[in-house]
């Protein structure tokens, strides 16, 4: 008897597998980065294929196989509202293949979860200027890198990269700590050779 899992997911990814199956790329809060399995998803009466969207948030419940995970149901709790925004879009994919080039293995991190979560949240929601949101993107670039231990310790920019919560003032008055912010992510992702 297998044991079921159910947790908040985000499908950062997914990739056809198979005649009719795909594989997706999923960052949850209770196991980590996984990658599991859907079968026959790609198949017209699949039940799952309106759910298993890239880019969506999503209740799923998984069992561990021998080889890899299998999602069994899933729930969407958000499907990518901002994806008619192209530039909201671009920031989104930007900060997703960031995760795939960071992340290897399961491991729970729920504070890394919280931080990409709130940021998804906060982008599906709210409008946000063109230069509020180059602001997002890098906060979220510096809470992943502090998330995963790559940004070192660094007072002035200890507020944006150690929280989960955005808002609008908090984009505002990062503007002066810009320039310091990129010169640490650049150090950081220059140490982890990516």
Not at 24 to 45: H, M
Not at 133 to 159: C, W
């Amino acid at each position: 008897m297998y044991q079921i899992y159910t947790t908040e997911a985000i499908i950062i990814k997914s990739t056809p597998t198979g005649e009719a199956n795909r594989l997706y790329f999923l960052l949850t809060r209770d196991l980590g980065f996984i990658k599991a399995s859907a079968q026959g998803v790609r198949l017209e009466k699949s039940k799952l294929k309106s759910h298993l969207q890239d880019f969506c948030t999503v209740h799923a419940s998984l069992i561990k196989g021998k080889e890899m995970w299998r999602i069994i149901s899933v729930e969407t709790i958000d499907q990518k509202p901002f994806a008619k925004n192209p530039d909201k879009l671009l920031v989104v994919k930007n900060i997703f293949s960031l995760l795939l080039r960071l992340l290897h293995g399961e491991e729970k991190n729920e504070g890394l979860f919280d931080s990409v979560y709130a940021f998804y949240n906060f982008i599906s929601h709210h409008d946000i200027s063109k230069d509020n949101l180059k602001n997002l993107e890098i906060i979220v670039v510096l809470r992943i890198l502090y998330h995963l231990g790559y940004l070192k310790q660094s007072f002035d920019l200890e507020a944006y990269a150690q929280g989960s919560d955005l808002s609008d003032e908090l984009l505002s008055t990062f503007q002066d700590k810009k320039k310091l912010a990129i010169t640490e992510i650049n150090a950081a992702l220059h140490e982890t050779s990516l």
